[in-house]
DNA sequence: TGCCAAAGAATTGTCAGACTTTTAAATGTC
DNA sequence: GACATTTAAAAGTCTGACAATTCTTTGGCA
């Protein structure tokens, strides 16, 4: 574990990555400790404040957790599922957002992962994810529910589909992309007879569920992607409409 | 933007938490400034040192980048794709290496994902994709090829097959899927027969590319998913005979 | 006037040392 | 043996300083 000390600048960075390097290969390992901020600093020839900015590197990769007091100090983290979940969200939010990504594309990868874990899905889907899909259909059908609402139980129906696949790396890698996509499907303004079309097609996909059906799951799941991208259309056709009446 | 003073501690955390809020919800965009670290450890009432841990928290999820220099600073970064890239490969790497997933289910959403782009791959793939396959395929039947040489060339034809599907989100979240399983693939060792059965397939692969057969290479990569986790099993069975050989 | 070089200022990168807070282990006491 | 107290290790934070970098401006020269 060795920096290069002639390089120009941003040690923080070559010490968070040499560390980095050694929790990848192995060398480090869950629940090991690291030596201690002082005996870093001294180890790479730095001062203390730069060895902590490389283990906030860490820290903010959840690659590391610290304890503070005695025998505490920066420890190998076990990264779950639910961080792992947390950071694809949140870097496949920015990516969506700030990448001029079109809805289209988007909604497309989104619909065709999901489709990917249909079979899956039919396979091996419980009694309770069974439930949690028909419980948000009820939700969705609950008048006065505002749209950002009927966004979230849609997110929440789509999840317990993509769980019911029962891999959890399906699961992390799927759940991430479907929800970076709420802030995109929330711009969409539902109105009651496109949430009964959308409440159908959830039906649908619940009955095929139920039958352990999985080539219907898919084909439902593609009529889906349609009527929301055909949505997305129009919605964003009277945007522009009114946005420039010539 | 706003920070609890009162909170125990973990300042920087909260200022990295307060700052990627304004990025995430639109307040900052693509290119802006941020203030001087000097005025933001002002800002919320903190010491540089501090504030300097939040942003590099921030840097490590290429949310910002800094320059030095007058008018330097920190800027709000735009999320290439290539660092999402990356990020999915850090993180879905060490949720492989580090939460004993199994190999037959990381194998499995794998190639559930990849599925989900044939159809895609089959009806907008361009000849240079298809050129790129036929090479790997050409690489891959060489004689004296190593193990990791022989992996990677094998991760570069399917990259291939999922770029053919013209998503680039598509290609973000699979991509970063099939590499990080490429560590646990280089775990087995390919044998001259092995090796030869998955370039025939790999070569149907590209023939029903060529032929614009989404629903064949769906067949054929699931053909190649029971091959891999046979393949798999017979090593580690192979591996644990030799450990205890009762 | 126009161009090039040097000075200046703003800003990040790094360091040294000190103090505070937290926490667990070690010690002492009943 | 159980419980309270002390103690030491470690992260968290602050202050102040200096170095390195890079853009802007100014000054000089042709």
Redesign the interface.
Known sequence: MKIDPDSP?DL??QI?SAI?DA??S?AL??GDRLPSEAELAEHFAVSR?TV???L??????S?IRTQ?GAFGGAFVN????GD?HA??I??????????D?SFD??C???F??E???A??AAARRSADHLATMRAEITRQAQPGLTDEAFCASDVAFHRALVDA?G????S??LAG?VEAMQPLMNMITFSARSREAIIALHTRIADAAQARDGAQIGSVLEQLEHYTRQLAQSVFDARAARAKPA
């Open positions: 600048a923080s960075a968070a980095r929790i990848v192995g390992i869950v404040p902590r900015e490389a906030k590197r860490l820290a903010a990769q690659l503070r076990r990264l779950s599922y792992a950071q694809q949140t870097t496949s939010t920015l990516l969506l957002g700030m990448n990504v594309t988007a497309e990868a989104r065709a992962m489709r990917a874990c079979g899956l696949a891999n959890p790396v399906l992390y890698q992309a």
